[in-house]
């Protein structure tokens, strides 16, 4: 440690305090030359704080403490003197301008001129070579709207690579990838790595952290808990513990054996794209699912999993070629969204943001939104039933917030997707369909939605669970479908299975995508 | 009901104050009802004492009720995350068409009436439609409405002025009659505001009597008492200024359309199924239409409402005018879409309220109203307007901004966090976890 030259960073007695809200208080991190030091922590410890201190998004004056980096103490005034200094960051919104061209992102605002104009044939140039360096082979004129989010982070790599940095931290970057595109990820970090990149990075995964990082940060409420270096001893137990300060029991509710007959059955179900009608993203899809069972499903990502589940949910995505919904052995007419409800299906949506909430609306008004008919006398709204509904959902979710009128933009994402929850909850549905319920949320609220789940289900619901993290679905599953290109590829018992054998389902022609 | 359980805070909190203006989401209107009354008392003084005349107030609600209106149904076009340019050609085109076809067939006055809101509704339709289910963003339908029906208006008027008949200026512009016994006063108009009065008491006292009933928590006593005499004070006021005016004239017929207008749009916004549509709709589209609803529909009700409005405005024009003629209506669009501004909405959608939409409107007609007095020409009276707005929007966009220094911002912040204080919820924990 008391080499001048061991540690790339330090950040001493790091304070920051917002009007009434201690963010940060006294943190300390170092991070050596050359290593991949994770940052974990619940949403709200301070994480982002922390990074947002460092790259000058708080400017030096508005925190208290040293941060020493590459030699030196340095106050940075703004994000382009980090930047200036080699720190980078990737967001967990990616930053890229979709119309525009790989290129033309990497070099926005960093553009290679001669006279006034801009090289694009240099610019191009060095795309190709930085694109090489981050594993993506795409043509560097392909605009970025063709690409899914996965390479875009790439892109953002590669952006950040061009700019010469010598730190780069990284936000959550696999939240929103699937296994495949994470393990690419993982493995380019690594690479980066053994050229001689020093990575911060933050995320929820602590499998992914455990894999490769080789010393890890805790925070906690603001205070920097403990430095682990990542040897044989740490797991995923003791990072956990460290985070919430205590061993949480048992990640997934115990199951049930009270399942009862089929109560929802879709028969061959077949939907094209929205825009490419010879591409179908579900093929002759049917399934079951019976009530009090909690029935998984597990795809790639662009499997077709959210496509299949938007279509039955009253064919909110691409074009119905055929199939049939049966609800109860009734056949259900489902063309509408309201039909959909109506019929006692809800569906939370994996991108809670865009399509789950309006984020200017207040606690209260979201958890009625999908039923205003429950709190209606003809078409008014009964304010003081409304209150009281909201009331008791937030108390029976644990929604925390003071009041149910607070804004759900000032919720952490937990607490959202709660709000979300309640909001379909609060539609008395009979089957729940649920993308991705656990994504981008911190291990106690993922806990307390495992909770919920498994309420719903022994209220004798029926269950849809949609997820990308395969401990997820066998720890909460009965039964799980394996989605591939848009058909259904298998049916395994959840009770008998492993992560390779679900993967291999996943991903029938492809092999060895499993960590 | 006993007194044990009901939950009310006792004692008196300073941060309680706020609570008389509501209790949520009010403070923004506070901040631009403050301006308007700074802006009144400017011209008060300005104008030694004209503004606050009763002559004036009567002209000032029968010579700019279509700004509010306007900005009524343009502030749900708004909210929805649309814009209407065509308002002030619609106005002139019903207006036209309907004194046309007074004159030229003879129709009633209140047949006429019957036909310029219908006339309106169509025309909403047909924007509407365009809108909603062609696809087109309806800065661009309207834009086109906007040629459209200023040049039919030309059209079916032969860019001639057209009068209306009496029984549709007295429908439209007539007062309050004098009745009873001869007083100081108009009696009719004492009379509606002792009902007003009357009105806000018992909605006061009905409202914490539901909230009682049903358990939830309740206002301190001397908030409510103090806010339905701040009320009444007001409505006082206003009341004793209207019924003194110069013999023969009183409270207006087009300010009873308004306040009937303000309420039923107040209520449906704010309770209502479609008022709650109209806001999913404009605060994040997909996410609504996932909830189950129509967010087509939506557009179209608020896009054929809105040409509706303006049907009403154009009529209340002509009829104080005594004629229908070529100039009705220009750049009306551009006070409604100020005032609404003025009045806290945003241009994304999503947020705004028909409260603050008729305080920007307000402010708006009284800046028209008091320039006018003072005697500023049009040229330099535009130039204030827009000025006025800039610094309106400006305030309110610093306000927004967190981390940057504002003294404005600061003390807003301040005053917010007293009202969060005073909360009427039982306090819970209070941490909201993640601010990271």
Redesign the interface.
């Given at each position: 440690m008391a080499h001048e030259d061991a540690n790339l960073l330090e950040m001493v007695n790091i304070t920051k305090e917002f009007p009434g809200v201690k963010a940060l208080d006294s943190v300390n991190l170092a991070v050596r030359r050359g290593e991949i030091h994770a940052i974990c922590g619940e949403n709200g410890a301070g994480k982002s704080t922390l990074m947002k201190v460092l790259s000058g998004v708080y400017p030096a004056g508005t925190y208290t403490g040293d941060i020493r980096y590459d030699g030196s103490v340095r106050r940075f005034s703004g994000i382009n003197a980090s930047e200036e200094a080699g720190i980078a960051i990737i967001h967990q919104e990616l930053a890229l301008i979709p119309e525009l061209s790989i290129t033309e992102n990497i070099f926005l605002g960093n553009e290679i001129t001669s006279m006034g104009r801009i090289d694009w044939d240099e610019a191009r140039r060095r795309t190709n070579e930085l694109l090489q360096r981050v594993q993506l082979r795409e043509d560097p004129d392909t605009p970025i709207k063709y690409l899914g989010v996965g390479k875009q982070q790439l892109v953002e790599i590669a952006k950040a690579l061009e700019k010469d940095v010598k730190l780069l931290i990284l936000d959550e970057p696999t939240a929103a990838l699937n296994e495949h595109d994470s393990q690419q990820l993982l493995r380019l970090i690594t690479d980066l790595k053994a050229e001689g990149m020093t990575s911060i990075m933050i995320s929820h995964k602590l499998a992914e952290i455990e894999q490769i990082s080789d010393s890890i940060t805790i925070i906690r409420d603001g205070k920097s808990i403990e430095t682990l270096s990542v040897d044989g001893t740490v797991d995923e137990d003791r990072i956990i513990r460290g985070m919430v300060g205590r061993t949480l029991g048992n990640r997934f509710p115990e199951k049930s054996s009270r399942i009862g007959d089929v109560m929802f059955e879709v028969r061959d179900w077949t939907v094209q794209h929205p825009l490419d009608t010879t591409r179908l993203v579900a093929k002759n899809s049917s399934f079951r699912v019976r009530a009090g069972e909690v029935v998984g499903f597990a795809g790639l990502m662009g499997a077709g999993r959210t496509e299949l589940a938007m279509s039955i949910f009253g064919q909110s995505y691409g074009v119905k070629v055929s199939g049939e919904a049966f609800m109860h052995g009734e056949p259900a007419k489902i063309r509408t969204v309201k039909d959909a409800i109506k019929a006692g299906i809800a569906y939370v949506s994996e991108d809670r943001k865009s399509l789950g909430l309006n984020l200017l609306d207040t606690i209260k008004r979201s958890i009625v939104a999908a039923k205003l008919g429950r709190i209606s006398k003809g078409s008014v709204v009964d304010d003081l039933d409304e209150a009281r509904y909201a009331e008791e959902y937030r108390k029976d979710l644990r929604i925390k917030s003071p009041t149910v009128e607070a804004g759900v933009d000032t919720l952490s994402g937990g607490n959202q997707q709660k709000v979300v929850l309640a909001k379909w909850m609060f539609t008395q549905p009979e089957l729940l369909i649920l993308d991705e319920p656990t994504r981008g949320i911190d291990v106690g609220a993922k806990a307390e939605i495992y909770q919920i789940i498994r309420r719903l289900a022994d209220e004798g619901k029926a269950i849809v669970l949609i997820s990308s993290e395969l401990p997820e679905l066998i720890g909460m599953a009965d039964r799980i479908y394996t989605i591939f290109e848009g058909e259904i590829t298998g049916e395994l018992d959840a009770a008998r299975v492993d992560q390779e054998t679900v993967m291999r389902h996943m991903a029938p022609t492809q092999k060895g995508h499993a960590a | 009901m006993t007194a044990d359980n009901t939950k009310e805070r006792r004692g008196f909190r300073a941060s309680d104050i706020w609570l008389i203006f509501g209790?949520?989401g009010s403070l923004k209107q506070l901040s631009i009802l403050g301006a308007l009354v700074i802006i009144i008392m400017i011209f008060q003084i300005w104008t030694n004492g004209t503004t606050l005349s009763s002559g004036n107030v009567i002209n000032l609600v029968q010579a700019y009720s279509f700004i509010l209106i306007l900005s009524v149904g343009m502030v749900m076009v708004i909210i929805t995350g649309h814009i209407d340019l065509s308002v002030g050609s619609v106005a002139a085109f019903v207006g036209i068409v309907v004194a046309t076809s007074m004159r030229d067939w003879g129709l009633p006055w209140w047949a006429g009436i019957l036909l310029g809101i219908a006339l309106g509704a169509a025309i909403g339709a047909f924007q509407g439609f365009w809108v909603a289910y062609v696809g087109i963003p309806a800065f661009i339908v309207t834009l086109a409405g906007m040629m459209i029906w200023r040049g039919a208006q030309q059209w079916v008027g032969q860019a001639q002025t057209v009068a209306v008949p009496d029984g549709f200026r007295q429908a439209l512009y007539g007062y309050l009659p004098e009745v009873g016994p001869a007083t100081p006063y108009n009696n009719l108009t004492l009379l509606l505001g002792l009902i007003v009065v009357l009105a806000i008491i018992f909605f006061q006292v009905r409202s914490r009597a539901?909230?009682k009933s049903?358990?939830?928590m309740l206002e301190p006593v001397w908030v409510v008492v103090a806010r339905t005499g701040l009320l009444s004070a007001v409505v006082i006021y206003a009341t004793l200024l209207f019924a003194s005016g110069r013999v023969g004239t009183s409270f207006p017929f087009s300010g009873i359309i308004l306040a009937v207008l303000i309420l039923f749009y107040a209520f449906l916004t704010s309770?209502?199924?479609?008022?709650?549509h109209i806001?999913?709709v404009g605060?994040?589209r997909?996410?609504?239409?996932?909830?189950?609803v129509?967010s087509r529909r939506t557009d179209f009700f608020v896009m054929m409402n809105m040409s509706t409005l303006a049907g009403v405005a154009g009529m209340l024009w002509a009829a104080r005018a005594g004629a229908a003629g070529p100039g009705d209506g220009t750049m009306w669009e551009l006070d409604a879409i100020a005032g609404v501004f003025i009045g806290g909405a945003a241009v994304a959608g999503?947020?705004g309220t028909v409260f603050g939409a008729v305080i920007g409107g307000l402010v708006m007609a009284v800046l028209n109203n008091g320039l006018q007095l003072v005697g500023v020409p049009t040229d330099r009276m535009q130039v204030i307007k827009g000025l006025v707005l800039l610094v309106a929007v400006g305030i309110d966009v610093l306000n927004k901004q967190q981390g940057r220094f504002s003294f404005i911002g600061i003390m807003m912040?301040k005053l917010k966090?007293g009202r969060t204080g005073g909360?009427l919820?039982q306090?819970?924990?209070?941490?909201?976890?993640?601010?990271?």
């Open positions: - | 209790r949520r539901k909230r049903s358990g939830a309770r209502t199924k479609i008022g709650r806001y999913a605060g994040n997909r996410a609504a239409e996932l909830s189950g129509n999503g947020i912040a966090s909360q919820e306090p819970q924990q209070t941490s909201i976890s993640d601010k990271s």
